[in-house]
């Protein structure tokens, strides 16, 4: 089953705009990770935030965490073209530290 | 440093085949693992290997296997191949064992069409 699951599945922006993305899980996490896929290609690790910090920024991205909610954000500000792609949170899962990923929300920003 | 690489790119075979997918880690790293990633089920764990040992096993059938070489390269294998096999395959390797402070590096996969 899945552990994290992003909100929304798709979101379609303009660029310059910016965009944010959720991701809700299920069980007690020590990390959350958010990685960029673009298409049929492997992923990209953005940002790793662990449980005991509620914010990290990473140039244009801004990741939160909220435990108490079982939730994380990415926010990617002022977006550009080249944003276009999947996002997925991967958290651990099952007391081990394999990441689940979710299925991911596929942004496109249009120029 | 280069990145992780996967070959092939790009495998066509058919049912009942089997197929061996090679993975070369970042240099340094010492833990690969792999992954399914298919419409239906999204990303989904293989197994990963640490120092030559398979460390962790996701949920999958005895047709997919995999091993590590002493360079920390690895090598997955599926036999009797299935349509439902048709997937981008994913390596990720990372310096340590996957743990708490872990982050991984994928490469571009291999997509596997079985006819």
């Known amino acids: 089953s899945q552990q994290g699951e992003e909100d929304p599945q798709a979101l379609s922006i303009q660029e310059g705009e910016n965009a944010t993305m959720n991701c809700s899980y299920k069980?007690?996490?020590?990390?959350l990770q958010w990685y960029r896929q673009n298409s049929g290609r492997g992923l990209v690790h953005l940002i790793l935030?662990?449980?005991?910090?509620r914010e990290k920024h990473s140039g244009r991205l801004r990741v939160t965490l909220d435990t108490s909610k079982k939730s994380s954000s990415l926010l990617i500000t002022a977006s550009r073209a080249a944003d276009t792609a999947s996002y997925f949170c991967a958290t651990p899962s099952g007391g081990s530290y394999i990441p689940t990923f979710g299925r991911g929300t596929s942004l496109i920003v249009h120029p | 440093k280069a990145g992780v690489t996967q070959t092939p790119r790009y495998l066509i075979k058919t049912r009942g085949q089997q197929v061996t997918l090679s993975c070369s880690p970042i240099s340094g790293h010492r833990s690969v693992s792999w992954y399914q990633q298919t419409p239906g089920q999204g990303l989904q764990f293989l197994f990963e290997?640490?120092?030559?040992?398979?460390?962790n096993k996701g949920n999958f059938p005895g047709r997919f296997s995999g091993r590590q070489f002493s360079n920390s390269r690895s090598e997955m294998n599926v036999s009797t191949l299935e349509l439902g096999d048709s997937a981008l395959y994913l390596c990720a390797s990372s310096w340590d064992a996957l743990g708490a402070r872990e982050t991984q590096y994928f490469g571009p996969g291999t997509r596997l069409l079985v006819l």
């Open positions: 069980t007690s996490i020590n990390n």
């Open positions: 290997y640490f120092s030559e040992t398979q460390r």
């Open positions: 935030i662990r449980s005991n910090e």
